[in-house]
Every structure is written in structure tokens, then in C-alpha cells.
């Protein structure tokens, strides 16, 4: 992952209401949920989860369907992932003996 995409993900989940639907879209898992699903779980106004979607959906930390008139968004597991490997790759010296369960994979 290139350091401006990294940077790029991490400003947008560094935002209360952006953290708490990324997390919920984790939850769901690879299926997602429709942007009204999400608004009643969160308690979040349409017009504002709308605009932390797209946020979130610009910086590549989820993605978006539509099935017919909804629109299904889900996270996108390969740029956290990249995410991760970003800001692990040198835990430990790279050593490959990390005693972070994050670094042994």
C-alpha cells in the first residue's frame, strides 16, 4: 500500500461517525448492508450517513452494490488488509519473532 492511500484510509476512519459504520459493515461481513440498515442502526439522518459513506467509499475502505433501487455497502477486507501490512511491515525489526499476534501470519 502506497503511503498516501494508508493515509488517506486512516483520515477517514478518524471520524466517530465514519469509525462506527465501518465497524458495523465488518460485522456484517462480505453481504453488507443498505444505507438505510445502517442509518437505523447507527441512529445516523440519511443526508449525514450519506456523506460519511461516500467518504468512506472514496478512500477505498468499502464498497457499494446496487441490487435493484438499494444500494448494499460492505467493507473492502483487501484495503484493510493492505492497512495492516502497511503499518506492521516493520514490527519487530522484521525479524519475523514478533510477539504481536498481528505480525504472526
Given at each position: 500500500?502506497?503511503?498516501?492511500?494508508?493515509?488517506?484510509?486512516?483520515?477517514?476512519?478518524?471520524?466517530?461517525?465514519?469509525?462506527?459504520?465501518?465497524r458495523l459493515?465488518?460485522?456484517?461481513?462480505?453481504?453488507?448492508?443498505?444505507?438505510?440498515?445502517?442509518?437505523?442502526?447507527?441512529?445516523?439522518?440519511?443526508?449525514?450517513?450519506?456523506?460519511?459513506?461516500?467518504?468512506?467509499?472514496?478512500?477505498?475502505?468499502?464498497?457499494?452494490?446496487?441490487?435493484?433501487?438499494?444500494?448494499?455497502?460492505?467493507?473492502h477486507f483487501?484495503?484493510?488488509?493492505?492497512?495492516?501490512?502497511?503499518?506492521?511491515?516493520?514490527?519487530c525489526a522484521?525479524?519475523?519473532?514478533?510477539?504481536?499476534?498481528?505480525?504472526?501470519?
Amino acid at each position: 500500500m502506497e503511503k498516501q492511500t494508508a493515509i488517506s484510509v486512516l483520515a477517514a476512519l478518524a471520524q466517530e461517525t465514519r469509525l462506527d459504520v465501518f465497524r458495523l459493515l465488518v460485522q456484517a461481513g462480505e453481504g453488507g448492508m443498505s444505507a438505510g440498515a445502517i442509518a437505523d442502526a447507527l441512529g445516523v439522518p440519511a443526508a449525514t450517513l450519506s456523506f460519511h459513506l461516500k467518504e468512506l467509499k472514496a478512500c477505498g475502505a468499502i464498497d457499494c452494490e446496487r441490487e435493484g433501487r438499494t444500494l448494499i455497502y460492505a467493507p473492502h477486507f483487501e484495503t484493510m488488509t493492505g492497512l495492516l501490512a502497511f503499518l506492521t511491515e516493520n514490527c519487530c525489526a522484521g525479524q519475523g519473532d514478533c510477539a504481536t499476534d498481528v505480525c504472526s501470519s
